[in-house]
Each structure stands twice: as structure tokens, then as C-alpha cells.
């Protein structure tokens, strides 16, 4: 079952747009287009993109430390 988190490895800022695409199965630049439209002509985008990093949980590291 697929879980929505933010990317570690398609990450601009916090990774939230990365992790949309990863769960959607789509490329990112279109959810970074779809993102900046929104915050463009609807408004909301900036806020919803900071409440999408503050809520949606990090994906769990692949690299061995």
C-alpha cells in the first residue's frame, strides 16, 4: 500500500511536490506546474504547499549511515 510522504530524492524545498508525483506515479515537474498555477490565479497554493511540509511525514531514508 502506498503511503504519501515527502521525497528524498525529487526535493526543491521540503520534498512535498516530489512526494505528490512518487504516489500519483507522475512526473514532478507537472505537480511543480500544477503548484505555481495555483499559487499564481487560485492563491492558495503557497499556504497549502506549507501545510503539506509541516504534516506529511518524511520518507524513510535508503542510504546506509
Same mark, same amino acid.
Given at each position: 500500500? *502506498? *503511503? %504519501? +510522504? *515527502?521525497?528524498?530524492?525529487? *526535493?526543491? @524545498?521540503?520534498?512535498?511536490?516530489?512526494?505528490?508525483? $512518487?504516489?500519483?506515479?507522475? $512526473? =514532478?515537474?507537472?505537480? +511543480? @506546474?500544477?503548484?505555481? =498555477?495555483?499559487?499564481?490565479? =487560485?492563491?492558495?497554493? %503557497? @499556504?497549502?504547499?506549507?501545510?503539506?511540509?509541516? =504534516?506529511?511525514?518524511?520518507?524513510?531514508?535508503?542510504?546506509? $549511515?
Amino acid at each position: 500500500m *502506498k *503511503k %504519501l +510522504r *515527502k521525497s528524498n530524492d525529487q *526535493k526543491m @524545498l521540503a520534498g512535498v511536490c516530489g512526494g505528490f508525483a $512518487e504516489y500519483f506515479g507522475i $512526473e =514532478v515537474t507537472w505537480i +511543480r @506546474l500544477i503548484w505555481a =498555477v495555483a499559487t499564481c490565479f =487560485v492563491g492558495t497554493g %503557497l @499556504l497549502l504547499y506549507i501545510i503539506a511540509a509541516i =504534516v506529511m511525514p518524511k520518507a524513510p531514508s535508503t542510504e546506509w $549511515e
